[in-house]
């Protein structure tokens, strides 16, 4: 980015005024002023910009993000700015009078050549527009699009407006860009001399190579030494040629660039292959022809000469008969490929033959050629049939220049192909198929039938069969439309086609290992248990990072939590923890926890990119979601207290409910599915890389290297930057210096000082023993009272412990509702027991002075009970020894849960 003094340079040397050096700072200084979103077919990017210092947000790939990794990686550009301030439109109108509307373009671009807005769309919508009556974007006479409206008011403000269309990107291009990316970093090593001097002994005296080759040199040289090579242009590719991680056996690596621009010149003679095609050679005025591989043109055909103007402009002319003779030996040969048109229409009715055609033309050509017939075979028929079907192979030499193709049915073009019913009647029947089959309330088709035929007799037409309705609604609407017109998008996604791309575009699932990685979460078909008294615990969640180049599990978390930002930060750490990396793009879902602030912090740290796939569109995760389905029907539906029996409940019996017969803890198995997945997932033959997802990714990291100047190290401040919060995201700190998070109790002497005061915290769900609060001079580790009991343990038992303790802890709340309903029971009996001796204490007085009244002392016999005391004593007596049964019962549970 540019500082202040550079800034006030580039100004300077484009003249600018004061308000648009105002407008440019008002941009720099704005944050984004509207926030993207996805639709149905595009995908929202959060670009982490190493330029930029920031993330830049695209909508859509083809088009923004595109751009985004031209500007990240192109030296004359220096800033840009995502959904910048909005500006006006100024529309010109047939009367003269302007119309102006607000509108946020896509970027602001500070760049050598060009300060202004840039709109980043389409080529295909572009050239739609242009259809429109008053289009908004034009095309100038040098092909470039425009927006004159938009134009207007930079050129008001000083500054440019520019359309970029997807056109100006070439895929290929920015896919190689993007898999250079790391090794155009400031702190990527740089290749020595000696290194250098070895590729190009390797290259020897032709200069070029096949980028394979090099990667499987023999000099000792790394694929990182190379790849650092090209992002430097010590060597050369044509970028736009072919991917250079994907498909390294197509690209050609070039010593120098001039050799690399002058390779269209000397490479195709070098690799040529005889051409096998037939030209035609048509002397006719303006043809193109080639006279010893050299272009000319037929300007003139006389009756004994010939004259062509050749390349430079030059005029020559040849006598007929040597321009016959040079035609025949190939020394001249025609530009245009001969096209036969009988030829054309044979290969028509061949396509469009069965099987049971091909075998019935065979049939009949036998019969008319019976000495061509095979001897284990025999066809016969009657002689007119072979006078018919004689006649047709002549004509299929005339039409066709083939007699079999003459010989083939044409069955499929025989009856009567106009509709039969009237068009009054197909009428009616697409009206109520618009106003009964497409509608939310969804009758049986039976019951629009019946409809429309109680139209039709009204009318006085004639009432078309069920069968006939059906096939009128299949012919109107397609399956996928009926289903989401009546039950609703989302019921129709599953006949939606999925979107294939023959276009040489991005591959979908990247070029190399650790570029692109799918989180996801599911809930596990399995019941838990605790591991020491084997109380039950439900369901478990399981949250996995997956790697679509090679298919390979990256890493996995499992919670008694809901899916959460835990989940999602805890991933990330395992996949650090695993191999010093995570993606560079992360693919996620709509979830509420991937839009949290700490999941983009966290994945702005690790300098990677967010991108977020349609909701309600699991095709685009198919990867992940594949998976999910494996691991349930190989691997969970197999294990004791798996859900299968709970999926119809009325049918289940008690001897066969999940809950009674689990056994599993998440002790056992953990070390169950990561046995899954080392001997059985990365290692079978995976069917759509067509070897292991282990292999994959071993000969992924040979060929794109290992950049280990990318590697991410497992340290404190990775830990806590991967530490979640609490709900509330502070902590209250107590007068002996502990505080409470996620409902577990820390200590630490030094946060005496911190008294009454709530400080940010970070706690470790893997690990209950320790957690963190940010002080004055930073992160403060404090102590919990499980950290005797996690000591001298594992990592994994360790995490193990916590999560079991993170599910009682998370039972709280459920337990102090118990408690506080039995102890209200038993003070109100307590209270029926106060208020009985308060009434015999009350009674007792009125006794004393009535002795004393009567004169009787107080050793005199006293009075008996009345009904009502007795009454009530029994019912305090009762309901006593019912709550303290109650009291007790819950106390032993509370005791077993403990």
Not at 13 to 32: H, M, N, Q, W, Y
Not at 591 to 615: D, I, N, V, W
Request: hydrophobic share 40%.
């Amino acid at each position: 980015m540019l500082n202040e003094s550079e800034l006030a340079e580039l100004c300077r040397e484009r003249k600018l005024s004061d308000f648009a050096i105002a407008t440019i700072r008002r941009v720099r200084e704005s944050p984004p002023s509207r926030i993207v979103r996805s639709g149905t077919h595009n995908i929202v990017t959060h670009y982490a910009s190493r330029k930029m210092g920031c993330v830049i947000k695209a909508e859509a790939a083809r088009t923004e993000l595109a751009a985004i990794y031209h500007w990240d990686h192109d030296k004359t550009t220096y800033e840009f700015y995502d959904q910048p301030p909005a500006i006006k439109k100024i529309h010109l109108r047939d009367n003269g009078k302007t119309t102006s509307h607000l509108y946020t373009p896509d970027f602001f671009v500070l760049a050598d050549d060009f300060i202004g807005w840039v709109e980043c769309k389409a080529e295909d919508w572009l050239k739609n527009q242009l259809d429109r009556p008053s289009p908004h974007y034009v095309r100038d006479s040098e092909g470039r699009w425009r927006c004159p409206s938009a134009e207007r008011y930079a050129q008001s403000v000083g500054l440019g407006f520019a359309v970029r269309s997807s056109a100006e990107s070439d895929p290929i291009t920015i896919q190689n860009i993007a898999d250079l990316s790391d090794y155009y970093r400031e702190d990527c090593p740089i290749p020595s001399k000696a290194e250098l001097a070895r590729v190009r002994e390797f290259m020897g005296s032709g200069g070029w190579c096949w980028l394979r080759d090099l990667l499987a040199n023999e000099q000792g040289l790394s694929a990182d030494t190379i790849f650092k090579m090209i992002a430097d242009e010590e060597l050369h590719v044509v970028m736009q040629s072919f991917p250079l991680m994907k498909e390294p056996h197509r690209v050609r690596v070039y010593a120098t660039r001039a050799l690399m621009d002058s390779s269209e010149l000397w490479l195709p003679a070098m690799l040529a292959k005889p051409d096998t095609e037939i030209h035609q050679v048509q002397p006719v005025p303006g043809e193109a022809l080639l006279w010893d591989g050299g272009a000319c043109e037929v300007v003139n055909v006389g009756d004994t000469e010939i004259f062509l103007r050749m390349s430079g402009g030059a005029l020559q002319n040849l006598p007929l008969t040597d321009f016959e003779r040079m035609v025949r030996g190939g020394v001249i040969v025609g530009t245009r490929t001969m096209v036969n048109p009988r030829a054309v229409a044979a290969a028509e009715v061949m396509r469009l033959a069965s099987a049971e055609d091909i075998k019935s033309a065979m049939h009949r050509y036998y019969c008319i050629h019976p000495q061509l017939c095979p001897p284990n075979e025999t066809h016969t028929c009657c002689k007119r049939a072979v006078r018919k079907w004689k006649a047709m192979a002549r004509k299929g030499c005339i039409e066709y220049g083939n007699e079999f193709v003459g010989l083939i049915p044409t069955v499929r073009k025989r009856g009567n192909r106009n509709r039969k019913l009237s068009g009054p009647t197909l009428a009616v029947m697409h009206r109520f198929i618009e106003d009964e089959v497409m509608t939310a309330s969804a009758p049986s088709l039976f019951v629009c039938w019946a409809l429309v035929c109680n139209a039709c007799n009204k009318d006085g037409l004639t009432a078309p069969s069920y069968k006939t309705f059906l096939a009128e609604i299949k012919l109107l609407k397609s399956p996928e439309e009926v289903k989401k017109a009546r039950e609703g998008e989302k019921a129709g996604y599953d006949l939606e086609l999925p979107f294939i791309s023959l276009d040489r575009e991005t591959p979908k699932h990247g070029t190399r290992p650790f570029e692109i990685g799918h989180i996801d979460h599911t809930v596990l078909d399995l019941q838990f248990v605790t591991e020491g008294t084997s109380t039950p615990m439900g369901k478990a969640c399981l949250t996995v990072m997956i790697d679509a180049f090679t298919r390979k599990i990256l890493a996995w978390v499992i919670t008694f939590d809901p899916p959460s930002k835990r989940s999602c930060m805890l991933v990330i750490r395992d996949c650090v923890r695993r191999h010093g990396r995570i993606p560079t793009t992360i693919v996620v879902d709509q979830g509420a926890e991937f839009k949290g602030t700490y999941f983009e912090q966290l994945l702005a740290y690790m300098g990677a990119h967010k991108r977020m796939r349609p909701a309600s569109h699991p095709r685009f995760g198919s990867i992940i979601e594949r998976f999910f389905g494996l691991q349930n029907t190989a691997f969970i539906h197999a294990l004791c207290g798996n859900n299968k029996a709970l999926q119809s409940p009325r049918r289940m019996s008690k001897t066969h409910d999940p809950r009674e017969l689990a056994v599993w803890n998440l002790r056992a198995f953990r070390e169950a599915f990561e046995g899954f997945l080392t001997e059985y997932y990365h290692a079978v033959e995976h069917p759509a890389l067509g070897i292991s997802p282990a292999k994959a990714m071993e000969i992924g990291l040979l060929q794109s290297g290992a950049r280990a100047h990318t590697l991410t190290a497992y340290d404190r401040n990775f830990l806590i930057a991967t530490m979640p919060t609490t709900d509330k995201g502070t902590s209250k700190v107590q007068r002996d210096g502990s505080f409470k998070a996620n409902r577990v109790d820390y200590f630490a002497d030094s946060l005496v000082e911190y008294v009454d005061q709530n400080l940010p915290v970070r706690y470790d769900p893997f690990d209950l023993s320790r957690a963190f609060v940010m002080g004055r001079s930073g992160w403060i580790e404090a102590r919990s009272l499980h950290t005797h009991e996690l000591a001298g343990r594992t990592e994994k038992e360790v995490e193990v412990i916590s999560q079991e303790i993170n599910a009682i802890n998370a039972r709280t709340g459920i337990r102090e509702k118990e408690r506080a309903l039995a102890l209200g029971a038993y003070l109100q009996t307590v209270r029926g027991r106060e208020a009985a001796l308060r009434l015999e204490m009350q009674q007792a007085r009125d006794r004393e002075m009535r002795a004393v009244d009567e004169g009787v002392g107080l050793l005199g016999t006293a009075p008996a009970y009345t009904g009502d005391t007795l009454a009530i004593e029994q019912q305090s007596v009762q309901s006593l020894a019912t709550a303290e049964s109650t009291f007790s019962h819950i106390a032993q549970e509370t005791y077993e849960d403990f």
